[in-house]
């Protein structure tokens, strides 16, 4: 193994975990969560997700964050090395092809959500500053979908700023930027959660999050559960791979890996505390909220309330620097692999990556107004693209990945990686991969490619 990667090192553990913590806690956290958790049947959604983050999320966490340190390059790379290193067909680095391009296209629609926060945040700095208010939240959400032009500035100046901090290197962008980031974050949603639990909803919140109705649970409870562990942890897909390879040699990784799965989970739920107290407390269902969820009905409850505005553009700066973290965790995969093929500098390279994933997110842009009678296999183009990315390559990528760990990569190097761990914890870890994380996920992929 390597001790350096070439594109550099993350300075410290604290490091490394909030920079995979930046990764993992995003849009899929305080906005997919919360209305996950809303259209399918609350405490029964939630219990089914916490089994899959145990049972599938933690043992894949590891096994990306090992590979990534033991080739210490881009993902599609390290992949060729490790399976050759290991006597195996080179073609196991379609890992790396099926999560690199699946990043591009993820990234080219979390960027046009990206932009809405964004909007909003300018929305509420405006009403701070004695502008208009939002009398009509619906009528303001649509007429931000329905306008191209909006999304496309939005879009633009959210991939800037993901391109900005790529660009600038792993610790000059991404590292200095998640040290300041994250405690932003976690000092707005603490605020965000008093906030909730001062509503005296906050019972009924926690009642419709966590009393599970057992009766709800369904195939379609599974399947929506999983997905969201996967794309809430941004595994399968090489963005943690990518981290693990600027992982310095002497940090244990099972310990990072539960620092990262507590975090995303802690803050997937407290963005749940916050929310539905608001939402119920402002007469909404919390019920089958859908994607609008949290940019039409907590408006209403920003208006109505005493400090309304400045804590509704604390809530939208919150989202933005959440989907920020993120958006870098994807640019970075295809960043290093560019860089790792060409002679260009990343300087050059970032930017590159970055126009192309621009272009793709127009698609997005278009399919919510003049493209949105377009279909393709019965969805919108923007909804085909996520199929495709993240119902279909991801659980794909993350069930090639617990097979390459459990049953291809020598046992001798993960245990080398993961010295710290018992013996008969490292014993079910492999057998989770082995076993428990393929059926559950083919199961899933099975459910998903029979009902498309
Ligand atoms: N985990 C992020 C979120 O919750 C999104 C994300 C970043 C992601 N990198 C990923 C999802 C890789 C899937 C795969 O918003």
Not at 148 to 176: C, D, N, Y
Not at 356 to 361: F, M
Not at 410 to 437: G, H, K, Y
Request: glycine letters at 10%.
């Amino acid at each position: 193994m390597d001790s350096k990667s070439i594109h550099g090192m993350w300075s410290s553990r604290l490091a490394f975990i909030l920079a995979a913590a930046g990764s993992a806690v995003g849009l899929g956290n305080i906005w997919r969560f919360p209305y996950l958790a809303s259209d399918n049947g609350g405490g029964a959604f939630v219990l089914v997700y916490l089994a899959c983050i145990a049972l599938v999320g933690l043992p894949i966490m590891l096994a990306e964050i090992l590979i990534g340190r033991q080739g210490r390059m881009s993902p599609i790379n390290t992949l060729l090395k490790l399976s050759r290193e290991g006597g195996h067909s080179p073609a196991w680095s379609v890992i790396g092809w099926i999560g690199t391009i699946s990043l591009v296209l993820i990234l080219s629609f979390y960027s046009v959500v990206g932009g809405w926060t964004l909007y909003y945040a300018a929305l509420y700095l405006m009403q701070l500053l004695g502008g208009d208010p939002i009398t009509d939240p619906v009528a303001t959400f649509t007429g931000l979908l329905a306008s191209p032009g909006q999304l496309v500035i939005w879009h633009s100046v959210f991939m800037i700023l993901t391109v900005g901090v790529v660009a600038m290197g792993v610790e000059k962008g991404l590292e200095r930027m998640v040290r300041f980031m994250m405690p932003t974050l976690l000092v707005l949603l603490l605020v965000l959660a008093g906030y909730g639990i001062s509503t005296g909803h906050f019972g009924d919140a926690v009642s419709f999050l966590f009393k599970p109705d057992f009766s709800k649970i369904t195939g379609s409870t599974l399947l929506s559960a999983l997905g969201q562990a996967f794309f809430s942890l941004s595994l399968g897909l090489t963005c943690i791979m990518a981290y693990g390879a600027y992982l310095p040699r002497d940090v244990s990784i099972p310990r990072v890996s539960v620092s990262v799965v507590f975090a995303d989970t802690g803050v997937a739920l407290l963005a749940g505390l916050a929310i539905f107290p608001i939402v119920i407390a402002f007469g909404l269902n919390p019920e089958g909220g859908g994607p609008g969820l949290i940019f039409t009905s907590l408006p209403n409850a920003f208006n109505a309330m005493s400090w309304g505005i400045p804590y509704g553009l604390a809530f939208f700066v919150l989202l933005a620097v959440a989907a920020w973290t993120s958006s870098i965790s994807m640019l970075e995969p295809p960043t290093a692999m560019l860089v790792e093929r060409s002679e260009l500098k990343r300087r050059v390279a970032a930017p590159l990556i970055g126009v192309g994933v621009w272009v793709i997110g127009l698609v997005t842009v278009f399919s919510l107004n003049i493209w949105s009678s377009v279909r393709v296999a019965g969805r919108d183009l923007q909804g085909a693209i996520e199929y495709l990315a993240s119902d279909i390559m991801l659980p794909v990528g993350g069930l090639l990945t617990a097979v390459f760990t459990g049953w291809f990569l020598s046992t001798r190097i993960s245990r080398e990686q993961m010295p710290d761990m018992p013996d008969w914890l490292f014993t079910l870890w492999l057998w989770a991969l082995r076993v428990v994380a393929p059926i559950l996920v083919l199961i899933v992929l099975g459910m998903k490619l029979s009902e498309a």
